[in-house]
């Protein structure tokens, strides 16, 4: 029987101990309740601490950076377009007495942060075109490869997108002052068109991409007709010089032959003679055929050397 006892007191004693000390590490913080009411003041510091067993409870709190991340929502802009934006915010616990009393844990603060941050964000979206809200800078559009030669600019914006965020920011850091937190920053992590108003988009984009493509089709166009055009007449000119030359050829070649005959011409009347006969002979075989029949005078020099033959 005292054995049992003594068991008994020594898990009691061991409950008591236990419930006595805590620790607390660097990245938290905590908040002692008792009752389930906040008693004395936050615990920040890192240690082995001291508690009321049984009638007082740990509640533990991070001091690192915290994530929040919204869903995407459809939200109107000023100039009446639907655009779907996804925002991010990185915020933390200041005040750990204040973030208990009002809400509670982590699951509370994303809950009230949901309202915050996308009622902020909706009503930043709706003071502005679409233009500030995809757009933070008014620098020159670049030339692309594709259309080098665009001339069109950019409409100028006044605030952009990082004014927005900023307004964003600042709104939900008035408002989560109370809460015992802090928003350290709001990112809009995309932005898009909502299905409907991306099919019109993409048919500008095509419409406008066939444009550039119908005009470089008839640069081409063009281009092959000046390159047609110049190749013909150079072919003429070639050819025009080919038979210019042709013909200086052809004419020297014929004075040639002239001066041979003349030379053979000037000969003895021997020579002259068998030049005579010769060409005489090839006129004969190039005039009569196989059944070739002439009708000659005897006294023509075409029938000279035949009459000799007989």
């Known amino acids: 029987m005292n054995r049992t006892l003594a068991i008994i007191l020594g898990i009691l004693i061991l409950m008591a101990v236990s419930g006595t000390f805590y620790v607390v590490p660097e990245y938290e913080q905590i908040i002692i309740t008792q009752f389930g009411k906040p008693v004395g003041d936050p615990v920040a510091t890192p240690g082995l601490k001291v508690k009321l067993p049984f009638v007082q409870k740990v509640h533990r709190f991070e001091k690192r950076f915290l994530e929040w991340d919204g869903e995407p929502n459809e939200l109107p802009t000023r100039?009446?377009?639907?655009?779907?934006?996804?925002?991010?915010?990185?915020?933390?616990?200041?005040?750990?007495?204040?973030?208990?009393?009002?809400?509670?844990?982590?699951?509370?603060?994303?809950?009230?942060?949901?309202?915050?941050?996308?009622?902020?964000?909706?009503?930043?979206?709706?003071?502005?075109?679409?233009?500030?809200?995809?757009?933070?800078?008014?620098?020159?559009?670049?030339?692309?490869?594709?259309?080098?030669?665009?001339?069109?600019?950019?409409?100028?914006?006044?605030?952009?997108?990082?004014?927005?965020?900023?307004?964003?920011?600042?709104?939900a850091q008035q408002r989560t002052a109370n809460l015992g937190i802090e928003v350290l920053d709001v990112q809009l992590k995309r932005i898009n068109y909502i299905p409907q108003v991306q099919r019109s988009v993409f048919e500008r984009m095509i419409a406008e991409r066939k444009r550039i493509a119908d005009r470089f089709r008839s640069e081409g166009e063009g281009e092959a007709s000046r390159i047609n055009g110049l190749k013909e007449r150079d072919l003429l000119r070639v050819q025009s010089e080919a038979y210019r030359t042709a013909e200086e050829i052809r004419g020297r070649a014929d004075a040639l032959a002239t001066n041979i005959y003349a030379a053979a011409f000037d000969r003895s009347a021997q020579s002259r003679e068998f030049y005579t006969f010769l060409k005489t002979m090839e006129s004969y075989e190039q005039t009569f055929g196989k059944d070739s029949r002439l009708i000659l005078t005897t006294d023509s020099d075409f029938y000279r050397y035949i009459k000799r033959s007989r």
């Open 79 to 171: 100039d009446k377009r639907f655009i779907e934006v996804n925002t991010y915010a990185r915020w933390r616990i200041t005040d750990p007495l204040l973030f208990f009393q009002r809400l509670r844990d982590e699951r509370g603060a994303q809950t009230r942060l949901d309202d915050i941050l996308d009622g902020e964000t909706r009503n930043a979206i709706a003071k502005y075109d679409v233009l500030e809200v995809v757009r933070s800078t008014n620098r020159e559009a670049e030339r692309t490869e594709i259309d080098p030669d665009d001339e069109s600019r950019l409409e100028p914006i006044v605030a952009g997108r990082e004014r927005i965020r900023l307004e964003i920011l600042s709104n």
